[in-house]
């Protein structure tokens, strides 16, 4: 070998070291904390990083029948909720009192009030939903961010836009059967399951992914089981999604998580996988009917939740498009 060989040689491996050392010592930083963003500490969209334009445009041709699909249920004074939640709606005529009109073309009008909780019906769980021990999502303590008149971070109103690719699991169809029945985890083995027998090749990063269970068919008719118990998704599957870097986890029940939870589940420990730990967001009781019923199992998912500043979550509905 020569000089200038051997030198050469020296540099590369030199440069080999180097790199190493450096890889090892980012591997060794400590997390800041247990739900410190891969994003950075300024971050407070989570996996929704992932829906960038390149990944709208996959999704856009996703697109070939032109139906688009309410995934919303309609809100009312019925509604089930998770106790104490409530809604009410009130119509109300301004100045109008014993039928008055407005002005010389006798205007009249009607406004409406609403009055309730947003966690109810078809919504939107934002980050500053569920936390772990007041920890929530990328290290921001309850007492320094959620507020009496508001969430201070992490509120509804920094959802962007979303337009990316959405996958409808039919596990209703998977276990042959009309309505899965409570207390059913989906975990690895059934989402893959799931996937195999629907053709689906893949859950991608940036991905929407929804169950149906057949669970709404319930609602209006046994209330009191559709709200308090329901399949869904339980920790191991939870963690799975995670790991292929999913935007959103649905269902088409109240918890999207498996009620009764599994042996060795904490409380709404799913919600703390997702929104916590991955920044996650939920969509629970999304209306997946007619999808399975098309077996439209891909198609473009759209949303654009109220941005109601410092709010927890959201009423919603989002349309899935083929």
Same mark, same amino acid.
């Not at 247990?34 to 445009?57: C, I, K, M």
């Not at 935007?247 to 409380?267: C, L, Q, R, T, Y």
């Given at each position: 070998?020569t000089?200038a060989?051997?030198?050469s040689?020296?540099?590369?491996?030199?440069?080999f070291?180097v790199?190493a050392?450096? +890889?090892? +010592?980012?591997?060794?930083?400590p997390?800041?904390?247990?739900?410190?963003?891969?994003?950075?500490?300024? !971050?407070?969209? #989570?996996?929704?990083?992932y829906? =960038?334009?390149?990944?709208?445009?996959?999704?856009?041709?996703?697109v070939?029948?032109?139906?688009?699909y309410?995934?919303?249920?309609?809100?009312?004074?019925? =509604?089930?909720?998770?106790?104490?939640r409530?809604?009410?709606?009130?119509i109300?005529?301004?100045?109008q009192t014993?039928g008055? =009109?407005?002005?010389?073309?006798r205007?009249?009008?009607? !406004? !409406?009030?609403?009055?309730?909780?947003?966690?109810?019906?078809s919504?939107?769980?934002?980050?500053?939903?569920v936390?772990? @021990?007041?920890l929530?999502?990328?290290?921001?303590?309850?007492? @320094?961010f959620?507020?009496?008149?508001?969430?201070?971070?992490?509120g509804i109103?920094?959802?962007p836009a979303?337009a990316t690719?959405?996958?409808?699991?039919?596990?209703?169809?998977?276990?042959?059967?009309?309505?899965v029945?409570e207390?059913?985890?989906?975990?690895?083995?059934?989402?893959?399951?799931?996937?195999k027998?629907?053709?689906i090749?893949?859950?991608?990063?940036g991905d929407?992914?929804l169950?149906?269970t057949?669970?709404?068919?319930?609602?209006?008719? !046994?209330?009191v089981?559709?709200?308090s118990?329901?399949? #869904?998704?339980?920790?191991?599957?939870?963690?799975?999604?995670?790991?292929?870097?999913?935007a959103?986890?649905?269902?088409?029940n109240?918890s999207v998580?498996?009620?009764?939870?599994?042996?060795?589940?904490?409380?709404?420990e799913v919600?703390?996988?997702l929104?916590?730990?991955?920044?996650?967001?939920i969509?629970?009781?999304?209306?997946?009917?007619e999808?399975?019923?098309?077996?439209?199992?891909?198609?473009?998912f =759209?949303?654009?939740?109220?941005r109601?500043?410092?709010?927890?979550?959201?009423i919603?509905?989002?349309?899935?498009?083929?």
């Amino acid at each position: 070998m020569t000089a200038a060989a051997y030198r050469s040689c020296r540099r590369i491996a030199s440069a080999f070291v180097v790199s190493a050392c450096l +890889a090892s +010592a980012a591997a060794a930083e400590p997390q800041p904390c247990l739900t410190a963003s891969q994003f950075g500490p300024q !971050d407070e969209v #989570g996996n929704l990083n992932y829906v =960038t334009p390149a990944r709208t445009l996959a999704a856009a041709k996703l697109v070939t029948k032109g139906k688009a699909y309410r995934l919303g249920i309609e809100t009312n004074k019925d =509604t089930p909720a998770f106790p104490p939640r409530w809604f009410r709606l009130t119509i109300v005529q301004p100045g109008q009192t014993g039928g008055a =009109t407005l002005g010389p073309t006798r205007s009249s009008y009607n !406004d !409406d009030i609403v009055t309730g909780w947003n966690g109810i019906g078809s919504q939107l769980d934002g980050f500053g939903h569920v936390g772990i @021990d007041n920890l929530y999502f990328n290290c921001n303590m309850a007492g @320094d961010f959620a507020m009496a008149d508001g969430l201070t971070k992490l509120g509804i109103e920094n959802v962007p836009a979303v337009a990316t690719r959405g996958v409808v699991l039919d596990m209703a169809g998977y276990f042959g059967t009309d309505i899965v029945k409570e207390g059913t985890p989906f975990n690895r083995a059934e989402i893959e399951g799931a996937m195999k027998r629907q053709g689906i090749a893949s859950i991608d990063k940036g991905d929407v992914v929804l169950f149906h269970t057949g669970w709404l068919a319930l609602l209006g008719k !046994d209330n009191v089981r559709f709200g308090s118990v329901g399949p #869904g998704l339980g920790l191991e599957g939870a963690r799975y999604l995670a790991s292929l870097g999913v935007a959103m986890v649905g269902a088409d029940n109240p918890s999207v998580e498996v009620i009764p939870f599994e042996k060795g589940a904490g409380v709404f420990e799913v919600h703390q996988i997702l929104l916590a730990q991955h920044g996650i967001h939920i969509l629970e009781n999304m209306n997946t009917a007619e999808l399975v019923k098309d077996q439209a199992w891909e198609f473009l998912f =759209t949303l654009g939740p109220a941005r109601i500043t410092g709010a927890v979550q959201a009423i919603v509905n989002p349309v899935a498009i083929r």
